[in-house]
Structures are given as structure tokens and as C-alpha cells.
């Protein structure tokens, strides 16, 4: 143990309150403890990058879900990258690499317990980058990857519509139905991220939400209906879309960020009735599910990270401290592409 | 041909508007013909029973269904049993009894290029009753048959909860589920219809909606959650029952009656996010999908009613002129059983 890491002090954020719509300052407290470290078995992570996610504004949340909620006091759950500084752990040794369930800290130890749930494995950095590997090679790529062809099902030549489009789950379903020979639509906010959508990363078409009616943009940019949507954001754009559908449609229910902070109850889908005349299937994707299969998806992802045919873009914000904010602007449509928190300064 | 058929007259009822809510005297027009025959290739059917179905009601509104709908002015669509009282299509003999959509009507002309649109098609009196042929071994049987095992896709030991369960396809569902293994709950209107499901169709409960908490009821008699929910009805219980399924739950939707009249926009399901969390999944049954696959379902639900695991019960009204009335029946939780209108008199 190095003489640094003895004196090393572990800064955190904990939920301190469950927050009522969108996430206050006061929901927060910032605390800081001494390094401990790992017993038998254990590893302690340094973090660089911390995954900023909207299913973050889930888990702050009392009741059943697919995941237990934080608790009240704990550290703030987010998957994260960092450097193995301590081991007894002979599956990891100092100076790894890894990704793995870190929370909101600048230090992780994970007992030897804990190594499984908290999904702690090495990384290949020549596989891409650290923000890359919170982006297409981590859950958002994972979620994206395993929603659109497991659920999703695309066949070349159809029509697959993606909202939040410049997001970073996005990103990895639109570019990968293209791959697959779908003709892909995007949804996003701003003339920005749509033109990014276009010509960054190769949609067919994008229509901005924020600019006119999305109603219009389905009836021009998918003449012949949609195939598969994959949905980020729920509320009146799942209505919208739901109007578009082909039979047989199929429509992955991965997030619904439109409705996260809703104090009022959520809207359901008033057209839910279109998935009956169309014969057609909405489903829900959690990426846990997939753990098994990470490491081929992950190969096939790179593959294209490699030879060009799949771009990421991560939204860096720096410092711990910047926590509270920048989850914000995850809800308020200020980021633009995978939102990553840098810890390591 | 007949003295008596040259005489005759069919007795129609068209539809004379299009409805806002639930239907009335007005938008229905009684007129009367005399009887045409066929030309070459065509079928003269005289009806015995007409199938009264939740489904009609979709067929009345304007706009982009599964089916095109009923125009102004034409019979009203319904399926139904009839003889054949003349034939030039050598597929059929004056005599045979026949299935098919032939109109709310006493006789069906079926011209040569329609015989396949209409679904005509001999029947086996010797599988059941002409009114059985209406239910378990006609429409709402196919609809229940291929709803339950292509969508639902029911595992022994699971928990299949069908909504409607006294009517036309919810008696189909849930007897079927019981063969196949399945812990089955219905939800009815009524302590009558609760006690049919529970006493005569054998499901291991029934919740009576009117009477009780459904939400209550599936806590009670769904102590291991949903598997599979077959709906029927949509608005709340669908909502209710969202929120007790388990994990890789399949919702079938197969109809909404509650909101068929509904002149507010229809409520989606707020609690549709449950499928995100439960990896769950909601798709929509139309049963002539299936055409192709009618025989070998009919033949083994036949089975079943010959062995007495399954029976069936047939609400049957008696006349043409009763129609408008029985129609409303479906609409308030009247009929008790698959409504069936008796034409033969």
C-alpha cells in the first residue's frame, strides 16, 4: 500500500432525501471518509468517469422496481470506470482497468462479496476509450444493443424509429439499425442535435420534437409506417408514434424520461389500442438481463467503433461537485450525447 | 329452386349512422328484399344464428382499423351459422350447414369472389351445437385460442388472470388455461356470472369487479403474481392489473369494451411502464391472422367439449328485430355467456 492511498480521502455524494419531481440540491449531502482497505478477496477502484443516467432519477425512488431503491444516506448508485489501486483479489490487479457499479465517489471498495453485484470487470482500453466504455461499449451501448435486436428484431428494410436519438442509447440503437439495413428516423430536441443525428451519425432523417410536430415529421421521413420504436422518453411522443406503427410493430419500452419527474401520475399511451389493431407488441428491455451476452456484444460494438461505421459522443462535465447539477441536465434535455461525469482530476 | 324461395324475403338491418357512444335506435335501419340467388359460383345462405360480438362496435366507427368498417347504408357485419338453401359453387350443397360473416341479415347471398372474404365454410354439426359453432368452436374460441397459447404462451404452473371471464372469449381462455396447467382467476360483473366462472368453468377464482377491490382480489387470489393477463376490457383493470405481474408477464390485449362507447378519449394504461420494470410484454391478438390454423383448433377445443373439460354457455335472443337491443347487452354487462341472436324463426 502506497503511502498516498493511506492518506487518501474518499469523497462521496449520498441521497440525503427522495426528491418530489426534479432532484434539489437539498436531496444531496456531500460527505468525505478516509480510504479503506479491501480484506480477502476485496478490490478498492479509484474512479475516472462516472455514468450519469436518467435511470438514475428511478432509483432515487421508494418502492418495487427492477432494481432496490437507494437508500436514504447511501451513496449515490452510478456505473462507473476506474483504476485498481488495491487488490486481494487475484482476478484484479493494481493498475487494471475496470467498469463496474462504483456509485458517486472518487474511491470504490468492493468486498469480496460484492464483486458480482457490483458487475466489477477488467476492461480492454484498446477497445475504446473510458468515456466509451460508459457510452457504446457500457450499459447505455449494452441496453441499446440488446433492446433493438433481441426485442426489437430489425430485418433490412425496415423502419426503425429512435427518440432521444442524440442520447447515448440513442445513439448505439439508431447507428445499429442502420448497420443492420433499416432505414432509421431519430427523435431529438434542438436543431443541433438533429443535424448531429444526421450527419454525424447517419440517420436517415431526424425530426426535432422541439420544432414542430412530430405527427408531421413520422408521415414524411417513414412514408410506409414504423417497424420497431424504441422508446426513451414515453409521454405524447409514444402516443404520437404509436399512430405510425406497421403491423406487427414492435415497439421496446426503454426508458420514459418525459414522465421521470412527473409528480402528477404518468400518462399511459391513450393509443395503446393501435398495438390490437396492429397486431403489434410493446416490451420492456432492462440490460441486467443480458449480462451473459455483454461480452459479444461488446466485440461486435467495438468491431464497429473500429472501422468507423459506429460514432459515440460523451458529454464530459468535470469535478464530483458537479454531480447534482449535471444529473440535471439530463431531464432538461441540456446534454448531448452520453453524459459522463470526469472524477479523476 | 324453390316456390318458397322465390317468395321470400331478407330481412336486413343496415347501419344508418355512424354512433357517438353507444349506439341507438336510429343508427340502424330495417329494410327488406326479396331474396337474390346466385350466379355461377355463388352461395344463397339462410341464416339460423348471427354472432353478436364487443367487436361490432369498432366496425361502426369511421377510420384505419384491422378491418375496414361497416359503410353507411349497408347490412351490418356479423358473423353467423346459416344452411344453404341454393348453391352453383359446387364447394357447397343446398343443405350444408355453413359458418361465415353473413351480415345481420336472414339471407346471405354470397357471390363467387366473395366465398373466401366471408370465411364460408362447411361446419361439422357433430363438434357442436350451431350456437357452439358461434363460440367455443367459432370466433371467440379462435380469438381465445390463439391469443392464449401464441401470445400468452402458457407454462404449467403459471398464473393466467382473464378479464371478461364469463363472456364469449374469456370462457375459452381461462377452461383452456386450465387444461394446459395454469392457476387461472377470472374478473367478472356480478356474483351470478363469478359463480359460472368458478362452479361451472372450474377457474380457481373469480374477482367481481362490481362487488370488491380488484386489486384486493388479485392480491388475494394471485399471491404469486400475474403471468399472463388476458384483457378484455382495458381502462382501470388493465391499470390494476399491471401492477401485480411478474416478471416476463404477457398481456394479450384483445379487446377494451370499457372503452368502445367511451366519447372522452380512451385512458392508456398509466401503470404501462410495469412492462419496463417486469420485462413484460403487451401485444395485440386479431384471430383472422390465424385463418390458416382454424382446423387444428377447432378440432382439439371440439375435443375438449366432448370430453366435458370444457363447456360452454350461449346467451341467445331471439329475432332480427331484437338486435339493437341485444347489441347493447355486450355494452352493459348484461349478457352472461356469448351473446347470440336466433334468426330462424
Redesign the interface.
Known sequence: MSTDLASAINHQVRLAARPLGLPRDGDWRFTEEPVALPDEGGVLVRATHLSLDPAMRGWMNEG???IAPVGIGEVMRAGGIGVVVASKNPAFAVGDKVSGTLGVQTYCLVPAGHIGRSGLARIDTKLGSDTQWLNVLGMPGMTGYFGLMDIGQPKPGETVVVSGAAGAVGQTVGQLAKIKGCRVVGIAGGADKCRFVVDELGFDACIDYKAGSVRDGLKQHCPGGVDIYFDNV?GEIL?TVLTRINRKARIV????IS?YNATA?????????S????????????VF?YAERYPAAIAELAGYLKDGRMKSREDVVKGLASFPAALLRLFDGGNFGKLVLDVSG
Open positions: 418495487k422496481s427492477y414515453g402516443d419500452i426503454c426508458g420514459a414522465q401520475p404518468v400518462q399511459g399511451p391513450k393509443n395503446y389500442l398495438l390490437l389493431v396492429n397486431r403489434a407488441r410493446m416490451e420492456g428491455v432492462v438481463d
